[in-house]
């Protein structure tokens, strides 16, 4: 793969798979240099919030296991340089992991702007070659079993080494970031939950509800509570972000 930049696999455990209400607690970045030459660090994260059973019976992280560790905020100072100038490869990151850290960014004040990373996700390109799990992708492609799954570090190293074999293995699979990004995107969103999307001229529009395929602009014009209902509902942070900065463009 042409590295231009350097590139964070990572993968996140959390409370839960809601990215509104849950919370992060364990996060790996796994950054891989132009050079190729790694580095890697795992944080545990005091949630705030308990970690219900049926969760911690999945990736094995009790309440007890965080009650030291720092919130997410405390992480930053060492998060954030990993993550700058990098684009981002997860398995099922366009859907959870990149929408969740996006949240955990805006609630502890940082201005770290995810929407500026390419992001490369590993289950899309398993699923339109191959349909399968992270499991049987690490099986199917380097013939070895996933130990440890639910570890966040072992979840980052199996990313990266079925992200390398999909690289060998299909020959019209391209080599840049930028185009990898796109082929591995099903659906391209304005914001990361998907709750907004684009039209085929580009421009946003929602993806839900009663103005489902309206454009934000045209809905925002005609109906001016929509907005206030919106930033009042149950809705992602980072949406809410998008749609007021679509609200602001429209001044």
């Known amino acids: 793969m042409l590295l231009t930049r350097p590139l964070c696999v990572f993968d996140i455990e959390s409370t839960g798979v809601n990215v509104v209400?849950?919370?992060i607690v364990e996060l790996c970045v796994l950054r891989i240099q132009p050079d190729g030459s790694e580095t890697v660090k795992t944080w545990r994260v005091n949630p705030g919030i308990p970690i219900p059973a049926v969760v911690t019976e999945i990736h094995g992280i009790s309440d007890a296991d965080?009650?030291?560790a720092p919130a997410f905020q405390g992480i930053l100072p060492e998060l954030i340089p990993m993550l700058l100038g990098s684009d981002l490869v997860g398995y099922n990151s366009n859907k959870f992991d990149i929408p969740l850290l996006a949240?955990?960014?805006l609630r502890a004040g940082s201005?770290?702007?995810l929407s500026q990373c390419q992001s490369i996700d590993v289950q899309n390109i398993f699923h339109k070659k191959e349909q399968r799990t992270l499991v049987a992708a690490l099986k199917f492609y380097c013939e070895s079993d996933l130990v440890n799954a639910h570890s966040a570090e072992a979840?980052?190293?199996a990313?990266?080494?079925v992200l390398k074999a999909q690289l060998l293995r299909y020959e019209d699979l391209?080599?840049?970031v930028s185009a990898l990004s796109d082929f591995s995107t099903m659906n391209k969103a304005a914001d990361f939950a998907g709750f907004i999307t684009y039209d085929s001229e580009g421009q946003e529009q929602f993806s839900f509800g009663k103005y489902k395929g309206q454009r934000v602009s045209h809905v925002l014009s005609k109906d001016s509570g929509y907005y206030s209902w919106l930033q009042n509902a149950d809705f992602p942070l980072f949406t809410k972000k998008i749609l007021t900065a679509i609200r602001l463009r429209m001044r």
């Open 111 to 113: 201005d770290f702007d």
């Open 66 to 68: 965080v009650a030291d």
């Open 21 to 23: 209400h849950d919370r």
């Open 155 to 157: 979840d980052v190293r």
């Open 159 to 161: 990313t990266y080494e």
């Open 103 to 105: 949240e955990e960014l």
């Open 174 to 176: 391209p080599k840049e």
